[in-house]
């Protein structure tokens, strides 16, 4: 478990990483105010950043980097009620984002609403299925979920147990900066939601036998934790799910699949939509189980055929 | 003829669907945890807890499926060792109650303990205390069928009771004798009570002592009880204490109290109560005969009524038979109730008429008739 000196400047690198995809993706002229005010946050300076960043809201309000700081600085300066509007908005306007769901699930946990924060979790894992933080988070949430059912079922006293809780979870939320930029840019396409409807295409039927075997043999190398034989599934153009280089992703998928100690991913319900000779899309309820962890969630593979084999050139979770 | 099936069928569905008891709600989600699917096995304790708040075995399941995401599971009722284990084991013991109970008697099961209901008694209740479960059946001319069963916690020190405070349930074959309503209790009761005759007759003769064993609800913090946790009560949850006491009639219904309910094939309990029918048909004749002797040898030599032994009997009947000209005796509303735990004890209730020149009355009835090598002896014999 860290200590809070550690949490705190991992709070920061937080921070710093999304700024840095604002710089990277976003108008330069705005990112030396958010990056004062990131610094300022990490002096301690919370109400002068905090000033600085409504400046820089002030001219642009609908900016995700800007608001998703002054979540942060309000969280940091126990203005839980305002911060949790701000992740809130944040999460309608950019429902693809996993991180304010995450962050608003944290200050839920704080407040002993662990319903709630176990809502926003699992949709922040509905968004990013790889999304290691909200992961470990969504299960302290479930494990002291649990001990209130438990409280309930023995009639014990939870009260003491739920103040200890408070604090493992602020530091949930730190202990691992993002370890890839921010993909607000990319979540923000309105492109992406369109692209999702399935076309119902009549086309040959026989394919999606073949389709379907793909995607078991995938689920298999997964269960089987083979990073080279699950990896090799995927299509050379395939798009990451956060816009990172394929090989930071892969890189990610590689440590996720080879930290269990055991793994297994069913396919559960599949539908299978032939879109073509050499395209194909299959929708599912896909199991997860580690040694860590449990989760299910819809899945939805896009599939091309490429060098007469089936690959995978998409994958997007949630509903 | 198809559509036909195909109402019935619906109906039959319908009628699944209304008996959906919290019971088999429990049932539903134990179910979807053997098929391996936890996420419908949360949604269906959600629902049941929803509706039952205080269903503590529930909230330990649900603390189960929320943790089991979280972590492996080490057991069942998964929580940490500060807690008061005997807490846990208490509900773990309900959860087994509940579990063993999804097995229900076969179809051509019955009690061993029902082999005739009288008309007049709607229902017969059978408590199976290994199992900590109540059976209701129905009289269906005669003969039990098989309507509804109910978890139920007995007394904290089990069951065989003897002695005042001693925390056991009696075994034994029992009528409810009251209806205390939910407003004439405490919360303790819940919604409602029904006393029942221990010490009976037969407890008297053996020394055994004590009072107040009643079916009860539970207070309204807490959907049920642990399997052993009473005084010596049986105690049921609210909804089925309610359901139960419906079909309770005060003065009628029979509650047999076992510690494992023997169960017996139709055909061969017809053999038994037929057997006992004709004995009882004969004690009826010879008595109508003033034949003393004949009729006095339906009675075992440990047969006692009150401070009456046999001796003591025969010499008042023989007195009483040679004073009159003629007896009439007439047998109605026969029931015939089996002794758990006695050795061919047969508890037999029923309507006389005793009509003669001399003294004639109506009243009810009640002997124990016990199997002696090929035949049946009264042991016991008094008012009902």
Redesign the interface.
Known sequence: MLNSATSRASLRGLAIALLAAACALAAPVRADDLDDASRLLKAGERQQALDKVNRVLAEKPKDPQARFLKGLILTEQGKQPEAIDVFTRLTQDYPNLPEPYNNLAVIYASQGQYDKARAALEKSIRTHPSYATAYEN???V??K??????G?????DASNAGAQNKLSLVRELVREPLARPAPAIEAAKPAEKAAEKPAPAPAATDGSAEVMKTVKAWAEAWSNKDADAYLAHYAKDFKTPGGEARAEWEKGRRTRIEAPKSISVGIESPKVTMRGADQASVTFRQTYRS??????SRKTLELVKADGRWQIREEKSGK | MIRLFTIAFALALAGLACAATPEDKLSAVFEAIEANKLDLAMKRVDALIAEHPNFRLAHLVRGDLLLARAQPLQTFGNVVKTVPQARVDELRAEAMARLRARQRPADDRLPRYVLQLQPGQKHAIVVDARRSRLYVYANADGKPRLIADYYVTLGKNGIEKTREGDQKTPVGVYTVIANLPRSKLTDFYGAGAFPINYPNEWDKRQGRNGHGIWLHGVPSDVYARPPRASDGCIVLANPDLEAVGRQLQVGLTPVIIADEVEWSERSALEAERASLAAALEQWRADWQSRDTERYLAHYSSRFASGRQDLAAWGAHKRTVNAARKWIKVGVARVSMLRYPRERDVVVVSFDQDYRSDGLSNVMKKRQYWVKEGAGWKILYEGAG
């Open positions: 969504l299960g302290d479930y494990a979920l649990a001990s209130q059912a438990y309930k079922a023995l009639q014990l040694d860590k962890l449990k989760t299910a």
